[in-house]
């Protein structure tokens, strides 16, 4: 099975109010990835867990935590919705960091901030 | 930083028509570069990969050149089909393979 899952679909949240996205694979890979996707803009890669570590981009690392319970799991959190953060995210995984390694990726959750 | 360029947002296309969609890209020194496509409702798929100068990469009739000299990393098909139909994003795997970097994307449009 090389699918990755993420729940909901569809979140609607309101401004100033906590956002909570969840993805999880059952590919024992060592890698997960969120990225941020906006209409007529590349996929932006928010952060990504090596294991049981986490890197968070530079121009992103505020807004955005995350945690990784075990393998399995990975999820996004915003601690307060704005209007900007309105966008499909997408979580992947991958097995290992040599070039060979492809990316899959979920079918993605699409957040609506009001 | 490293980033991906492609020129064009929408092509639209008859079947049987030759495809071209333009990826350029920056970055300091060798960058794997990668095709991925994204169907409606689904995550991104992987389609194929180069890893050094003049590799070509393909699959399902797609193909690619890796191009150091003019950083370029075109996808091209000779005879689209209407199941082509898809978003389609040129990526570039960082220095340390950590990390992809994704083109804005080209959505293909095919008309029977």
């Known amino acids: 099975d090389t699918t990755v899952k993420q729940n909901p679909r569809y979140k609607l949240a309101r401004v100033g109010k906590p956002v909570n996205l969840i993805c999880s694979q059952t590919m024992n890979h060592d890698t997960m990835y969120w990225y941020q996707k906006k209409p007529n803009q590349a996929p932006k890669l928010l952060l990504f867990y090596y294991d049981k570590i986490l890197n968070r981009e530079a121009d992103t690392f505020e807004k955005f935590q995350s945690s990784r319970p075990n393998n399995s799991f990975c999820s996004l959190y915003i601690g307060s919705a704005g209007l900007e953060y309105s966008a499909m995210y997408l979580c992947?995984?991958?097995?290992?960091?040599?070039?060979?390694?492809?990316?899959?990726f979920g079918s993605g959750t699409r957040l609506t901030v009001l | 930083g490293d980033s991906v360029t492609q020129t064009e947002g929408q092509v639209a296309l008859s079947e049987e028509d030759f495809l071209t969609i333009h990826c350029n890209y920056s970055a300091s020194g060798y960058p794997a570069l990668f095709w991925y496509v994204q169907y409606p409702g689904e995550g991104p798929q992987f389609l194929f990969r180069?890893?050094?100068?003049?590799e070509k990469g393909s699959s399902r009739g797609f193909e690619a050149t890796y191009d150091k000299g003019t950083t370029s990393f075109h996808l091209r098909k000779a005879s689209v089909q209407e199941s082509d139909s898809a978003v389609y994003y040129c990526a570039l795997g960082d220095s340390n393979y950590n990390v992809l970097y994704f083109g804005s994307g080209t959505k293909l449009t095919v008309e029977p």
């Open positions: 180069a890893s050094r100068d003049k």
């Open positions: 992947a995984s991958r097995l290992g960091f040599t070039s060979a390694e492809t990316l899959y």
